[in-house]
C-alpha cells in the first residue's frame, strides 16, 4: 500500500537512515495502478506542493490519520 510507502521513509529517516530514492517511489507508487495515479501524476509532472497535496489527499480519502499529512509537508518528495 502506498501508505506503506510512505511511513517507512518516515521510520528509515527517524532511525536516521536518508535513503529515499524518488525514482523508486514513483516506481512504487505507479505499480499500484488507478490508486497511485495522482501521486504518479503529481510527481510526474507537478510541484512539489502538488505532490504533497496528491499524497496527503490520498491519507485523508483513505482515513488514515491525518497527522501523517504533517510528515508528508516536513519533508521533499521531488529529485533536486
Not at 512504487?28 to 495502478?33: C, E, L, S
Not at 497527522?67 to 508528508?72: A, N
Request: proline content about 2%; some cysteine.
Amino acid at each position: 500500500m502506498i501508505i506503506d510507502l510512505i511511513l517507512d521513509r518516515k521510520d528509515w529517516e527517524e532511525e536516521g537512515y536518508n535513503t529515499y530514492d524518488a525514482k523508486q517511489f514513483y516506481d512504487n507508487v505507479v505499480a499500484y495502478g488507478e490508486i497511485g495515479f495522482e501521486i504518479a501524476r503529481a510527481l510526474d509532472g507537478g510541484t512539489e506542493e502538488n505532490v504533497k497535496k496528491a499524497l496527503c489527499d490520498y491519507v485523508i480519502n483513505n482515513e488514515y490519520n491525518p497527522k501523517i499529512c504533517d510528515y508528508i509537508n516536513s519533508v521533499k518528495w521531488l529529485p533536486e
